[in-house]
């Protein structure tokens, strides 16, 4: 049984640059959680997707997008990348009811 | 972001002493969930609690929803080494909303 899984592990970007990162579901969930986690910091919700729609959105500019496929899986989209955004993205699956989440490893970014 | 308090921040023990976190809220709470991080790693899910009140173990690990819904604990029964790392609480507030909220971690160290 796969748990979540997130592409890539690692990368590097110059400030501007757009960045697509990429998450898998655990089995038997449809529900796509995406967090941004600065060092130091508890992870920060960025939006959620569910039935391919985002049902909730958190404190986060409209540069920050995502999606979501019929398969559940889903991509988070950064454009115009600021140094500020270099973090852990962390992506987190669900049942419908998200009660709980099951994180990936991550995909470490780093904007120069 | 919005972060729940999380105590005590950062902890040293000994092998085999027993060790008390919290995480307190000024919002009422319907779930809490507390995880484990290691450097680099994504939140693995240690225990998931649903109902004031509600007492859960895992192994050596147990988790209490406060009665005012506004705090959890997590305590560690007879530390070893490979309970080094962070550990995190978050909360799901009440209705309407899907997002969890995460504390600001306790990093938890262990002296052999």
């Known amino acids: 049984d796969a748990g979540v899984t997130q592409s890539p592990t690692h990368l590097i970007k110059t400030r501007g640059q757009q960045v697509t990162l990429r998450c898998s579901p655990k089995?038997?969930?449809?529900?796509v959680s995406w967090y941004q986690q600065a060092l130091g910091q508890g992870p920060q919700f960025i939006f959620q997707?569910?039935?391919?729609?985002?049902?909730q959105r958190g404190n986060f500019p409209d540069r920050f997008s995502g999606h979501q496929f019929p398969n559940y899986s889903s991509e988070l989209n950064v454009n115009a990348l600021l140094l500020g955004d270099s973090a852990l993205y962390l992506c987190?699956?669900?049942?419908?009811?998200?009660?709980?989440?099951?994180f990936g490893p991550g995909t470490r970014l780093l904007v120069l | 972001g919005q972060q729940l308090n999380q105590s005590p921040q950062s902890m040293f023990i000994q092998e085999g002493e027993d060790v008390s976190m919290n995480c307190t809220s000024s919002?009422?709470?319907?779930?809490w969930l507390w995880y484990k991080q290691d450097p680099g790693e994504g939140p693995v899910l240690l225990i998931a609690?649903?109902?004031?009140?509600e007492l859960t173990s895992n192994g050596r690990l147990t988790a209490q929803f406060g009665i005012t819904r506004k705090d959890s604990f997590l305590n560690i029964s007879a530390s070893i080494p490979s309970d080094v790392g962070i550990y995190f609480c978050?909360?799901?507030?009440?209705?309407?909303?899907?997002?969890?909220?995460f504390g600001t971690g306790t990093r938890l160290k262990v002296l052999a």
């Open positions: 987190a699956s669900s049942t419908p009811g998200g009660e709980t989440q099951y």
């Open positions: 089995s038997g969930h449809d529900t």
């Open positions: 997707y569910y039935e391919e729609e985002e049902r």
């Open positions: 919002s009422i709470f319907n779930t």
């Open positions: 609690l649903y109902k004031a009140g």
């Open positions: 978050a909360g799901q507030a009440t209705s309407g909303t899907y997002k969890y909220i």
